[in-house]
């Protein structure tokens, strides 16, 4: 399956702004839905593991998605891009620095990873910057959002 990235409206078939119920209708198309715990202050959210180890999830505001995030896929089979880049097969300093030539771009270290933020875009990568897990490559990215970016910790 190939998930386009078009920011800041949508993620493939996952629309900013769509509605719970449709959203989770999507996700059913592309597997079992898991319903997701609510953080702090957040409406619980849905995601979806597909046979490719792709993890999509939806987060929520006021029942309407305000951000779909997708999670490094541990085989092949799905493909996530962005500008017509593979998001987690380009290294990470080729991506952003496409990303970089068509809008500002905020660095932010945290304690266990690197964060690439386009404001402007509502599109923020990351990568692990100390544990990485096994077959994950430290150049690489190994998640993306589409959306508002909370911190959900």
């Not at 996952?14 to 953080?39: D, K, N, S, T, Y």
């Not at 997708?70 to 891009?81: F, I, K, M, Q």
């Amino acid at each position: 399956m190939l998930i386009v990235l078009r920011p800041p409206e949508a993620a493939g078939p996952l629309f900013i702004g769509a509605a719970g119920e449709e959203a989770v209708g999507i996700l059913r198309e592309l597997g079992q839905p898991l319903l997701l715990c609510g953080m702090r202050g957040s409406e619980p959210g849905w995601g979806v593991e597909r046979p490719s180890g792709l993890f999509i999830s939806l987060r929520f505001d006021a029942g309407r998605v305000d951000a779909v995030e997708l999670c490094r896929p541990s085989n092949g089979g799905d493909v996530v891009t962005y500008d017509g880049l593979d998001v987690f097969t380009t290294p990470a300093a080729d991506l952003v620095t496409r990303l970089r030539a068509d809008t500002t771009v905020v660095e932010e270290e945290r304690e266990d990873q690197r964060r690439f933020t386009a404001p402007d875009l509502l599109l923020t990568f990351w990568q692990f910057t100390t544990e990485i897990p096994d077959g994950y490559d430290r150049s690489h990215l190994h998640g993306v959002l589409v959306g508002r970016v909370r911190d959900y910790r």
